[in-house]
């Protein structure tokens, strides 16, 4: 289910970042990537992973912010699900 709603998100992400209409995407993904709760960290990082899929081309300017995050998140002392999808 989990899976299923983030590509819904990359989805609507894919019409609606390019055209910047989506403004509080990318802080509401830093927030629940930097939780202190393991499981919205793991569904966090896999929404961004599908919409950067969909959309990488257009957040090209957040790039060093999204490698300082994939950073911490490759060390998460907690989840090897985070660890796990950060490298993808």
């Known amino acids: ?48 992973f599908t919409v950067l899929e969909e959309v990488m081309d257009t957040l090209e300017s957040h790039i060093t912010q999204f490698f300082q995050l994939f950073a911490q998140l490759l060390n998460d002392p907690e989840s090897l699900e985070v660890r796990i999808t950060t490298c993808k």
Do not use: D
Not at 13 to 25: F, G, I, N, T
């Open 1 to 48: 289910m989990r899976h299923s709603t983030a590509r819904v998100i990359a989805a609507i992400a894919s019409h609606e970042v390019p055209l910047q209409q989506w403004p509080k995407l990318l802080p509401f993904l830093h927030s629940v990537m930097t939780s202190p709760v393991a499981a919205q960290r793991e569904i966090g990082i896999f929404i961004l």
